[in-house]
Protein backbone atom coordinates (compact mmCIF):
# COMPACT_ATOMS: atom_id res chain seq x y z
CA UNK A 1 0.00 0.00 0.00
CA UNK A 2 1.56 3.65 -1.14
CA UNK A 3 1.11 6.73 0.79
CA UNK A 4 -1.41 8.05 -1.88
CA UNK A 5 -3.72 5.01 -0.73
CA UNK A 6 -3.59 5.94 2.79
CA UNK A 7 -4.16 8.80 2.87
CA UNK A 8 -7.41 8.99 0.60
CA UNK A 9 -9.03 7.18 3.23
CA UNK A 10 -10.85 8.99 6.61
CA UNK A 11 -9.38 8.57 9.74
CA UNK A 12 -10.39 6.02 11.87
CA UNK A 13 -11.86 7.04 15.18
CA UNK A 14 -10.90 4.52 17.66
CA UNK A 15 -12.95 3.86 20.80
CA UNK A 16 -11.45 5.05 24.11
CA UNK A 17 -11.94 5.61 27.65
CA UNK A 18 -10.54 8.37 30.19
CA UNK A 19 -10.25 7.06 33.73
CA UNK A 20 -9.98 10.22 36.22
CA UNK A 21 -9.60 10.22 39.65
CA UNK A 22 -9.06 12.23 42.66
CA UNK A 23 -7.87 11.97 46.19
CA UNK A 24 -7.79 14.14 49.08
CA UNK A 25 -5.26 13.14 51.88
CA UNK A 26 -4.51 14.63 54.87
CA UNK A 27 -0.46 14.96 55.90
CA UNK A 28 -0.94 16.30 59.76
CA UNK A 29 2.91 16.63 59.80
CA UNK A 30 3.61 18.83 57.45
CA UNK A 31 4.20 22.76 58.63
CA UNK A 32 4.96 24.01 55.30
CA UNK A 33 4.18 24.32 51.81
CA UNK A 34 8.09 23.73 51.28
CA UNK A 35 7.58 20.26 52.92
CA UNK A 36 4.54 19.54 51.25
CA UNK A 37 5.93 20.58 47.68
CA UNK A 38 8.20 17.61 48.29
CA UNK A 39 5.92 15.30 49.28
CA UNK A 40 3.61 15.92 46.39
CA UNK A 41 6.61 16.21 43.89
CA UNK A 42 7.70 12.90 44.84
CA UNK A 43 4.28 11.40 44.99
CA UNK A 44 3.31 12.55 41.37
CA UNK A 45 6.61 11.16 39.90
CA UNK A 46 5.84 7.97 41.47
CA UNK A 47 2.53 7.67 39.69
CA UNK A 48 3.81 8.67 36.82
CA UNK A 49 6.23 6.45 36.46
CA UNK A 50 5.04 3.78 37.54
CA UNK A 51 1.55 3.59 35.98
CA UNK A 52 2.17 5.98 32.47
CA UNK A 53 -0.33 8.72 33.91
CA UNK A 54 -0.72 12.45 34.27
CA UNK A 55 -1.28 12.93 37.43
CA UNK A 56 -0.45 16.68 39.11
CA UNK A 57 -1.56 18.68 42.45
CA UNK A 58 -5.32 20.56 41.44
CA UNK A 59 -7.04 21.79 44.86
CA UNK A 60 -5.89 23.39 48.06
CA UNK A 61 -2.11 24.40 46.92
CA UNK A 62 -2.12 26.80 49.62
CA UNK A 63 -3.03 24.93 52.41
CA UNK A 64 -0.30 22.77 54.33
CA UNK A 65 -1.42 19.78 55.85
CA UNK A 66 -4.19 18.54 52.62
CA UNK A 67 -2.73 17.36 49.19
CA UNK A 68 -5.31 17.12 46.51
CA UNK A 69 -4.20 15.14 43.69
CA UNK A 70 -5.50 14.45 39.95
CA UNK A 71 -4.47 11.63 37.90
CA UNK A 72 -6.18 10.94 34.70
CA UNK A 73 -5.36 7.99 31.78
CA UNK A 74 -6.64 6.99 28.77
CA UNK A 75 -7.59 3.42 28.21
CA UNK A 76 -9.60 0.99 25.59
CA UNK A 77 -11.94 -0.31 28.07
CA UNK A 78 -13.54 0.27 30.92
CA UNK A 79 -12.46 -3.07 32.86
CA UNK A 80 -8.82 -2.11 32.06
CA UNK A 81 -9.87 1.44 33.89
CA UNK A 82 -11.37 -0.29 36.64
CA UNK A 83 -8.23 -2.62 36.98
CA UNK A 84 -6.04 0.35 36.44
CA UNK A 85 -7.86 2.70 39.35
CA UNK A 86 -7.62 -0.22 41.34
CA UNK A 87 -3.97 -0.38 41.49
CA UNK A 88 -3.52 3.80 41.20
CA UNK A 89 -5.50 3.20 44.62
CA UNK A 90 -3.89 0.69 46.20
CA UNK A 91 -0.43 2.56 45.67
CA UNK A 92 -1.51 5.70 47.33
CA UNK A 93 -2.75 3.88 50.26
CA UNK A 94 1.08 2.08 50.22
CA UNK A 95 3.23 4.78 49.49
CA UNK A 96 2.31 7.40 51.69
CA UNK A 97 1.83 8.36 55.41
CA UNK A 98 -1.09 10.91 54.61
CA UNK A 99 -4.24 9.41 55.48
CA UNK A 100 -6.92 9.35 52.43
CA UNK A 101 -9.77 11.17 53.08
CA UNK A 102 -12.02 11.07 50.07
CA UNK A 103 -11.49 8.97 46.67
CA UNK A 104 -13.12 9.71 43.61
CA UNK A 105 -12.85 7.61 40.57
CA UNK A 106 -14.99 8.22 37.15
CA UNK A 107 -14.84 6.66 33.60
CA UNK A 108 -15.25 8.87 30.53
Not at 37 to 53: D, E, G, P, T
Amino acid sequence: MDIKSLSSHEPEIYAMKVAVMSFRLYAPWVHSLKEKRMIVKSLVARLQNRFHVSAAEIKEQDTHQIIVIGVAAIVPHNAMADSLMDEISQFIEESTEAEVLDEVREIR
